[in-house]
């Protein structure tokens, strides 16, 4: 999760497709959620 959070943090890495971009923003998503990771501006 600290390693997704540090991607997120900038923008999503643009090498990444756009398969793999959409599970990540699902995946913060749910974390934000569940309260494991913070809402940020």
Known sequence: MKRERRERSMNIP???????QRQMT???KRARIMALLPFVK
């Open 14 to 20: 643009k090498m990444m497709n756009r398969k793999k």
């Open 26 to 28: 699902k995946a913060i």
